[in-house]
């Protein structure tokens, strides 16, 4: 039964990646329950054209608002991808703040909730401020959310990463797998006043404990013990995830580039798909050797590269590849990872991959390169046991080799299918009627929905 507040709720989008589209997702769940509540979403124009254009929005309950993106007029990018990031950071609390004054000022309604991403910590001062709830949305799982957490206790008890690299967290409930080696420099490891995100991560993990709630893209059964160890110690700990089974199903329409129509002429598990996120490229040379290792298997697969990155490839290399590969600009992943002739995937490993990837039942090779896809990688290979990290940690002709033949043709990989279908399995229990993250789901709307 669709609740009937008549609240207002500011949501703040942190516009890099993927994270401004995973909030979208949990907003767009909210607002479909609760049609009487208005949503307005505050993030750059650049991203709000972007997310707003590709995800069907139901209903007229949320609302895009444009804050500033700190890019001075006519600015003119050197090429670095962290470069839009730092200007952001800059530009915060404050455009945040006019923006709040913006929607209250259009609508005429006082907010009642922040709901935020949990990377932006200075709303749970803005929301103590109106005397409304604050609920941040931790974007990935349960572990990389705790290492923030105990970030204090990490950088003392650790100390330097390079002197003590293979030192384990087994001083953290639920960590004992993961590796100094495994962590983010960024807020955790790292200088905290260079660069920017570092502080903004340090910070973070410093305020997020007194979110009213903190709200995981995840499900309790994955890590409980950490999550049961986060819930110790934070007001509110809510897994409503994956969101990869709980948002509406892509629409077929979507797959503009045929994929799914050329998965449907190869065998059951027999097809490696290939996806690196929107901000992680492997140089070239790993591209290269990429591409000769599937090749020289002779491994049929599916790759979503960017154009401007094929020119890295030697001249006639993708002429000679011929109807082994199908290369494409954009693929339908989760429609991709669903098919049954998906038999590995190849991943830079950040959270929207691999939950999606979990989802699907498709074991993972892992190629991580910054923030919580190392640590990522290790759960994936030695904590779930789904997959395996690429040899070295860098593409290799014989390292890819050796990954394709442990996860597609080995006793290892084998049972690498088996594991990931039980986490498959407890996924859609958790989603399902009565599962732990329809209950919470549950919950949290009962938060967003109270009146002040």
């Known amino acids: 039964m669709p609740l ?10 942190f516009p890099f990646g993927s994270h401004a589209a995973s909030l979208l997702t949990l907003v767009h769940r909210l607002a479909a329950e609760a049609p009487n509540l208005r949503f307005s979403f505050l993030n750059t124009a650049m991203s709000n054209d972007k997310i707003f254009s590709t995800t069907q929005v139901n209903g007229c309950n949320i609302k895009p ?40 000022a259009d609508t005429g309604k006082k907010i009642t909730c922040l709901l935020t991403d ?14 409304v709830p604050w609920v941040a949305l931790w974007t990935a799982g349960p572990c990389s959310i705790a290492v923030h957490v105990y970030v204090d206790l990490i950088r003392t008890t650790i100390g330097p990463t390079e002197e003590n690299a293979d030192r384990t967290l087994g001083f953290i409930p639920g960590l004992s797998a993961i590796q100094a080696k495994d962590l983010p420099l960024e807020g955790v490891c790292g200088d905290l006043e260079q660069p920017p995100m570092s502080r903004l991560l340090y910070n973070m993990g410093i305020k997020v404990p007194h979110a009213t709630v903190l709200a995981l893209n995840s499900f309790e ?26 948002s509406p199903p892509p629409l077929p329409n979507s797959d503009t580039n045929g994929c799914i129509s050329w998965l449907d002429k190869h065998e059951a598990a027999s097809v490696a798909y290939l996806s690196f996120g929107t901000m992680a490229t492997p140089p070239p040379n790993e591209l290269i050797a990429l591409g000769e290792a599937l090749k020289a298997k002779g491994v049929p697969f599916l790759w979503s590269l960017k154009d401007t990155s094929k020119q890295h490839f030697p001249e006639g290399f993708l002429e000679s590849i011929g109807t082994l590969g199908k290369i494409v600009p954009w693929a339908p992943q989760l429609l991709v990872l669903e098919h049954p002739s998906v038999g590995v ?36 290979e030695d904590v779930w046991r789904i997959g ?38 407890s996924a859609k229990i958790a989603v399902g009627p009565n599962g732990s993250s329809t209950e919470n789901f549950k919950t949290l709307l009962d938060i967003v929905n109270k009146k002040p």
């Open 4 to 13: 009937t507040g008549e609240g207002h709720i500011a949501v703040f989008a």
């Open 65 to 104: 608002c444009n804050v500033d993106d700190g890019l001075p007029e006519g600015y003119v990018f050197s090429g670095n991808p962290l470069e839009a990031v730092d200007h952001f950071l800059k530009a915060m609390p404050d455009n945040f703040k006019r923006g709040v004054e913006a929607v209250v």
């Open 118 to 131: 949990a990377f932006l910590w200075f709303a749970g001062v803005m929301a103590e401020q109106m005397g």
């Open 221 to 246: 059964e994955i890590d409980p013990t950490v999550t049961n160890d986060l819930k110790s110690k934070l007001q509110m700990v809510l897994n409503v995830g994956p969101f990869a089974l709980t």
């Open 345 to 380: 995937f190849v991943t830079h490993c950040g959270w929207n991959s691999v939950s999606e990837s979990i989802s699907g039942g498709v074991p993972m090779i892992c190629r991580s390169f910054f923030g919580d896809q190392k640590l990522n990688s290790r759960l994936v």
């Open 388 to 425: 395996v990290c690429v040899e070295g940690g860098v593409f290799a002709k014989s390292g890819t080799i050796n990954g394709l033949d442990v996860v597609l043709s080995s006793e290892k990989g084998k049972k690498m299918r088996e594991n990931i279908a039980v986490l498959k399995e």
